[in-house]
């Protein structure tokens, strides 16, 4: 059966992006490099250099940099080698006006993901007459995989695994081929191997399972029997099912509105998920999953607490309310405990 810690532990991505101009070399998206996780996660920012159509960099040209509707334009002068830079930029749209006098505007639109560093390598403005327009874009599995790497490394008080949680306020929805490594990453983290010892080891000081016995043997069945439990649950509700049914098995962070609106959508996310077409549905992935888990664990289980059909769906409903106080706690209290969650702007604790 998946335990309600999975609704905490349920659980963004540094994909590069290449921006063609016209008779120029191809931009490049770069993504900061990072160290093992003791940094801050990587700023969000915009650079590039600003040239002529004869190939001479352009100094002092004005770059305006314009982000989402309420936000304040910022700009910058090129510099002597043409360059400019936009630090601590916000995610999400963005356009780039570039001005100077003798040369027609020439704008640069597009997207950026949390953390990432996007480097327009070199901006052409040409003599009045022609503008260009330049989009930057990327594949919805682009900009899914550099979200989904940065939910990766979600740790509740720094080394809980939270990775069934997106607290992007827009994020992109996952393929199936995202979703099953998603799973066998919350599957086979070594955090989850301890806490399984440590269960195994509380039944077997309190003789739970009596039919596994004591000692080695017993402690060995026990410590199996909840691995599986948990491995069977996570790849049949967070993947197999959702891949099938196109349905996306992580929790959306809400983060805004009343406490009252708060708690009734982490409630209601027991039983409704996002789908892949963006639309809300009831989560029969997480729903028949845990019901398969149930019915799969009469296998291995000894004979005297093998659960009937009865039983089985007894403690699916069980599951499924332990998924809503587990959304209970993403909603009001993990976000907190977990250190270097990417500013996406939007939703707030």
Same mark, same amino acid.
């Given at each position: 059966?998946?335990?309600?810690?999975?609704?905490?532990?349920?659980?963004?991505?540094?994909?590069?992006?290449?921006?063609?101009?016209?008779?120029?070399?191809?931009?490049?998206?770069?993504?900061?490099?990072?160290?093992?996780?003791?940094?801050?996660?990587?700023? *969000?920012?915009?650079?590039? +250099?600003? /040239?002529?159509?004869?190939?001479?960099?352009? #100094?002092?040209?004005?770059? %305006?940099? !314009? &982000?989402?509707?309420?936000?304040?334009?910022?700009?910058?002068?090129?510099?002597?080698?043409?360059?400019?830079?936009?630090?601590?930029?916000?995610?999400?749209?963005?356009?780039?006006?570039?001005?100077?006098?003798?040369?027609?505007?020439?704008?640069?639109?597009?997207?950026?993901?949390?953390?990432?560093?996007?480097?327009?390598?070199?901006?052409?403005?040409?003599?009045?007459?022609? *503008?260009?327009?330049?989009? +930057?874009? /990327?594949?919805?599995?682009?900009?899914?995989? #550099?979200?989904?790497?940065? %939910?990766? !490394? &979600?740790?509740?008080?720094?080394?809980?695994?939270?990775?069934?949680?997106?607290?992007?306020?827009?994020?992109?929805?996952?393929?199936?081929?995202?979703?099953?490594?998603?799973?066998?990453?919350?599957?086979?983290?070594?955090?989850?191997?301890?806490?399984?010892?440590?269960?195994?080891?509380?039944?077997?000081?309190?003789?739970?399972?009596?039919?596994?016995?004591?000692?080695?043997?017993?402690?060995?069945?026990?410590?199996? /029997?909840?691995?599986?439990?948990?491995?069977?649950?996570?790849?049949?509700?967070?993947?197999?099912?959702?891949?099938?049914?196109?349905?996306?098995?992580?929790?959306?962070?809400?983060?805004?509105?009343?406490?009252?609106?708060?708690?009734?959508?982490?409630?209601?996310?027991?039983?409704?998920?996002?789908?892949?077409?963006?639309?809300?549905?009831?989560?029969?992935?997480?729903?028949?999953?845990?019901?398969?888990?149930?019915?799969?664990?009469?296998?291995?289980?000894?004979?005297?607490?093998?659960?009937?059909?009865?039983?089985?769906?007894?403690?699916?409903?069980?599951?499924?309310?332990?998924?809503?106080?587990?959304?209970?706690?993403?909603?009001?209290?993990?976000?907190?405990?977990?250190?270097?969650?990417?500013?996406?702007?939007?939703?707030?604790?």
């Amino acid at each position: 059966m998946l335990p309600w810690l999975a609704g905490i532990a349920l659980a963004v991505p540094a994909a590069a992006q290449r921006l063609d101009l016209p008779e120029v070399p191809s931009p490049q998206a770069v993504q900061q490099p990072s160290s093992s996780g003791q940094q801050d996660a990587p700023s *969000t920012s915009i650079h590039g +250099v600003v /040239a002529n159509s004869a190939g001479a960099v352009c #100094e002092g040209a004005h770059v %305006e940099l !314009t &982000q989402p509707a309420g936000s304040a334009a910022v700009t910058a002068d090129s510099d002597s080698n043409g360059r400019f830079n936009f630090p601590n930029a916000a995610s999400g749209p963005f356009k780039l006006t570039v001005t100077s006098t003798g040369f027609m505007p020439q704008v640069v639109t597009g997207t950026l993901t949390a953390g990432q560093s996007l480097e327009v390598s070199s901006i052409v403005l040409v003599m009045k007459g022609t *503008t260009t327009d330049v989009e +930057v874009t /990327a594949t919805r599995q682009e900009i899914a995989q #550099e979200q989904l790497q940065l %939910e990766e !490394t &979600q740790r509740v008080l720094g080394f809980y695994p939270n990775f069934y949680v997106t607290y992007d306020p827009h994020p992109a929805l996952l393929t199936p081929r995202q979703k099953f490594s998603l799973a066998w990453k919350s599957s086979v983290d070594p955090v989850n191997f301890a806490a399984t010892g440590v269960v195994a080891g509380i039944e077997q000081a309190t003789n739970s399972f009596s039919g596994y016995g004591q000692g080695a043997q017993g402690y060995a069945k026990r410590y199996g /029997a909840g691995y599986a439990d948990g491995f069977i649950a996570t790849m049949i509700g967070g993947a197999i099912l959702p891949a099938w049914w196109k349905q996306d098995p992580r929790y959306f962070y809400k983060g805004t509105g009343t406490r009252r609106s708060r708690v009734l959508y982490a409630i209601a996310n027991a039983v409704v998920c996002k789908g892949d077409n963006g639309h809300w549905q009831v989560n029969y992935s997480a729903i028949v999953g845990g019901l398969a888990a149930g019915g799969i664990s009469n296998l291995y289980y000894p004979a005297a607490n093998r659960s009937g059909a009865a039983l089985t769906f007894e403690n699916a409903g069980f599951g499924t309310l332990g998924s809503a106080v587990g959304n209970l706690f993403q909603e009001f209290l993990v976000k907190r405990l977990t250190p270097r969650i990417p500013n996406y702007g939007s939703a707030q604790p």
